[in-house]
Structures are given as structure tokens and as C-alpha cells.
């Protein structure tokens, strides 16, 4: 499936924010499951054969606020077979559907349990398996354009980004259990805290994880592979770990010093103090294509493109990039949870900080300039495409009048029939609101100045709660170190269309802001 990708025609290829936007774009996609039950903690046992290219799961679900008038709705990835489900107290079982949703590439399900008649706590337990047929999903990677998987299964490792395998409501809530049983002599990885490896009989290890914290926009990830380890603890406070092959050892060292003298440094520097226990880098072998995510606590990185090559000098290499913007999502998607048109900006602009103190001025100059001339490309092949359309013309006579491929015109082809939004609005194509939302975000450092820009942009992270935020909470932080009012900044830039000039918007007579956020 492509999820929104620039096209090749549109000048300008994305470099990070690939998992999250993915991640928030399944959601976004499927729409919200909504039931009255809450899963406090998820619990999974994953079994993975690599000869039989097979995983076996038991997965215990603990659920709160079961009224009895809902049924419990998750999404999930279909099973090749599913033994049970069942009370574990009682034993008794439970009445569930499997429908098909719309995104064939993830092989999701609707996944609907009559829970009303069971109490208020109870715990639900299902037990059931996959195949290396089953166990796959792809997107169009929108840096790149070529496939990315979201997770697999083969006799060589398994692992899984996006691939929801354990039943998920629509954001992750609670907390959760991971426990991972390889063959010995492989490793198995997934978030928060390594509470035990041990041997079992049959020549078998389990890796168990307490992750002490909800999964956010995804599942809790999970990578299965014969890996060694670098370790490090850094500023004595947070252990960061990078699983990968023997063989890409010294890119993982390389990778650690970069990580440990810069990009962890400069991002403690923009936005406080890492949010998480530890940081684990884990490099993955997609059979084609690459990938490319950030889960809380955790960064995977394909072997090919990501992983397996150097950074040296070179801070605008993807393998540069694409580490410090995964990184930058511990903040900017997971401890602070904007809405996904601003949190992309923000990802976005991160990026640019990171490459300005690194590589310098010229280069925030440059990118600026060619996202303004981006964004005006994107426009005006979207209102040729809109009249197009208008004329009743399909999507390959479009392409083929425009003398593009249908691949190329395929990712605009749902959008153009509202042509250009205000980056607000939820349909909005969301190349516009990447574009558009690192260059409000620059205009608003022009506007306020680099001292009071990096005060409010601080502040942001290091008073937000756990609950997502909004627009309104954005502008406050930047309105209290500022003292005045940003209201018709933020209107022109965030609720109206076109690109507005770099000069400072006028706003009302300074004044004294009231207490904003956390003061």
C-alpha cells in the first residue's frame, strides 16, 4: 500500500519520520476501535521456529471497565490458526469475529470479543500461530519509494515494526509483558527492561521484557536473530544497546559514538532529558526494501541502506539521518503526543536543527528554500489532477495526459478532489503538511527570535503530560516565553492555505500572557 509518499515528480524525497507516519497512518486508516473495556496490561509469549518458519503465540490480555454493553474491538494481524480464546478464570470461552479490513498488504483484521459477559477485571487468553506466508506486510517507503516491510518471518530471522500481533486497540494502553523464546544461540529483542534470559530444555533461550509503559501509535516491537551486542551507559544514566551481526560490528560501534556524543547530547540539549529507560538500535533484514522505525525506547534500521554503512564525517548521510530522526521521535512522537499534521512538522524541523548545528546555517537555508519550492510543485500537480479528475478522466489517463506513471500519480489521486488544505484540516494530502509544518515552524523561530523559540520549544517536552496535546497547547508554550499573542501566526500558518512570506506576521499589541503550560 502507499501511504502518502512524495512523488518522484515532487522534487523532494522525505529521509525520516518513516515508522511513526506509517504507524499513524494504519491507525488513521482503519479508524479508531471503540469499545468500553480497557486492556490494563498485555502480556505475550512468543515461540519462534526458524526452521519451521513458524511463531506460536499465547498472548493473556488483562481487562478493566468491562461494562457488559460493549464488545471489545482491537485490530490484528489474522492468524494462519487460532487455538482459543478464553476467560482464564473460568475457562470458559469467548465469542469472537475476524473480519477483513481494508489493507490487504497487513493482513488485518477487525478482531471483536463479546467480553460483556464476563466481570468488570477479568483476564482473556488466546493462544494461536503464524506462518512465514502470514507473517509479512509491506508499504511504500516515502523516502525512498521502494517497499517497506513491516515485519516478516524467514528461516534466517523474524521481527515485526508494524505488524500488529497481539490484539491492539487504538492507541497502546497499559503496560506489557514480552517474552521471547529462540533457539539458543539467538537473541530475542523487544522494548523496556530485560527482566530475564534464561535456558530452557530442547536447546531453547526465553528473553522476557517488563515494559513499564503503554506502546503508544504501535506494538511493542520484536526482532528474533543470532545477535551480539554493543553496550554502553551514557552520562552514567541510560543503557543504550545496539544489536547486529557479527559481521556490522564496526558500524555499530561507529553508530554508538554518534549516538553518544551527538545526536543524544544535541536532543537532551532541544527537548530535556531522555524520556525512557534505556535505548536499544536493532538492526533487521528485510527480504526487500529497508525499514525504518521508532518504538518507544527502541530504533530498528535495516541491514541494507540504514544499518550496514558508514557515517564518517558526512552528518547528511541517510545513515545519519535516519538514526538521529528515529531517535528524535522518543521526544517528538512518544513523550510528547501531538497530533500526527504537527508532530510530523516538528520531526521534520528537528531534522533540520540537527543537520544546522552539525553542518551549519547554510544547510537550514537550503532546505527551507527547496521545501518552499516543494511545496509549490505538489500544488500545482495537484490542480492539474484535480481538473483531471473534474473531466471524469481515470487515474491511468491522468498519468498518461501528465506524462507520469500511474505510480506516481496513484499516492495524490484520493486528495485532489479538494485540492490544497490548510494543513489542519484531515484531508489534507500529508506531503503538504510535512512540507508546510517545518517551514511554520522555522517562520516561527524567525518571528520570536532563537532565544524565546528554544525556550517555548523545550518547554513543550518538558512539561507535557502524558495525554496527546493539541495545536492550542503548542501555541501556549511558545505565547508564555514570548509574553504576547502568536494567535494570528498561528491562524495564517496553520489554518489557511498557501505558503505565507518569511516576513513576521503582525500580531495585536504586546502584552504580559497569562500562566501557560506548567507554570
Not at 407 to 412: E, K, M, N, T
Amino acid at each position: 500500500m502507499r501511504l502518502n509518499p512524495v512523488s518522484r515528480d515532487a522534487g523532494l524525497r522525505w529521509r525520516g519520520a518513516i515508522g511513526v507516519w506509517i504507524g499513524g497512518a494504519i491507525l488513521l486508516a482503519l479508524g479508531t476501535p471503540v469499545g468500553a473495556a480497557v486492556i490494563q496490561k498485555t502480556e505475550v509469549d512468543v515461540v519462534v521456529d526458524p526452521n519451521d518458519v513458524s511463531m506460536t503465540v499465547r498472548t493473556r490480555l488483562h481487562i478493566v471497565d468491562n461494562t457488559g454493553d460493549e464488545d471489545l474491538v482491537c485490530y490484528f494481524l489474522k492468524p494462519a490458526r487460532m487455538d482459543y480464546l478464553r476467560e482464564a478464570a473460568s475457562g470458559r470461552d469467548v465469542p469472537y469475529t475476524l473480519e477483513n479490513v481494508s489493507l490487504p498488504e497487513y493482513g488485518l483484521s477487525v478482531f471483536t470479543m463479546a467480553v460483556g459477559r464476563f466481570p468488570e477485571e477479568c483476564v482473556l487468553e488466546l493462544a494461536y500461530a503464524y506462518t512465514g506466508e502470514v507473517f509479512y506486510g509491506y508499504s511504500l517507503n516515502p523516502s525512498t519509494l521502494d517497499n517497506l516491510v513491516l515485519g516478516q518471518l524467514t528461516r534466517e530471522s523474524a521481527y515485526s515494526s508494524h505488524l500488529l500481533y497481539y490484539p491492539f486497540p487504538e492507541l497502546g494502553t497499559g503496560t506489557g509483558r514480552i517474552a521471547i523464546t529462540v533457539p539458543q544461540g539467538w537473541m530475542g529483542v523487544s522494548a523496556g527492561i530485560l527482566e530475564a534470559q534464561e535456558p530452557l530444555e530442547g536447546g531453547l533461550s526465553r528473553f522476557t521484557y517488563d515494559i513499564p509503559y503503554a506502546s503508544g501509535l504501535l506494538v511493542y516491537p520484536l526482532a528474533v536473530y543470532p545477535y551480539v551486542v554493543e553496550e554502553t551507559l551514557y552520562q552514567e544514566r541510560v543503557p543504550v544497546s545496539i544489536y547486529c551481526t557479527v559481521e556490522d560490528v564496526s558500524y555499530a560501534r561507529e553508530k554508538m559514538e554518534h549516538i553518544t556524543t551527538k545526536v543524544l547530547p544535541f536532543l537532551e540539549e532541544l527537548m530535556g532529558d531522555y524520556p525512557w529507560p534505556n535505548l536499544r538500535i536493532v538492526e533487521v533484514f528485510p527480504n526487500q526494501g529497508n525499514t525504518g522505525l521508532a518504538a518507544k525506547g527502541l530504533v530498528m534500521m535495516s541491514q541494507a541502506l540504514w544499518f550496514a554503512a558508514p557515517i564518517g564525517d558526512d552528518y547528511l548521510t541517510p545513515q545519519s539521518i535516519i538514526l538521529s530522526d528515529e531517535i528524535a521521535h522518543q521526544w517528538n512522537a512518544y513523550r510528547l503526543q501531538l497530533p500526527n499534521f504537527l508532530a510530523e512538522g516538528v520531526s521534520e524541523y528537528t531534522d533540520n536543527l540537527f543537520q544546522e548545528r552539525f553542518v551549519g546555517a547554510g544547510i537550514l537555508a537550503a532546505n527551507m528554500a527547496n521545501y518552499r519550492g516543494a511545496y509549490a510543485r505538489v500544488v500545482n500537480l495537484m490542480n492539474r489532477l484535480k481538473s483531471l479528475k473534474e473531466s471524469g478522466v481515470s487515474v491511468e489517463q491522468a498519468a498518461a495526459n501528465l506524462g507520469l506513471s500511474v505510480a506516481d500519480v496513484s499516492p495524490f489521486w484520493p486528495y485532489v478532489q479538494w485540492g490544497e488544505l490548510p494543513i489542519t484540516d484531515p484531508r489534507v494530502f500529508p506531503t503538504l503538511y510535512f512540507i508546510k509544518g517545518a517551514l511554520a515552524i522555522h517562520a516561527l523561530r524567525a518571528q520570536i527570535g532563537d532565544a524565546e523559540f528554544f525556550a517555548g520549544f523545550k518547554k513543550l517536552f518538558t512539561d507535557a503530560s502524558d495525554e496527546p496535546v493539541t495545536l492550542d497547547y503548542f501555541r501556549q508554550c511558545f505565547e508564555t516565553v514570548h509574553g504576547g499573542s502568536l494567535a494570528a501566526f498561528f491562524q495564517l500558518w496553520y489554518y489557511g492555505t498557501g505558503l505565507p512570506s518569511d516576513a513576521p506576521v503582525q500580531e495585536p499589541a504586546r502584552r504580559r500572557m497569562p500562566a501557560g503550560p506548567g507554570d
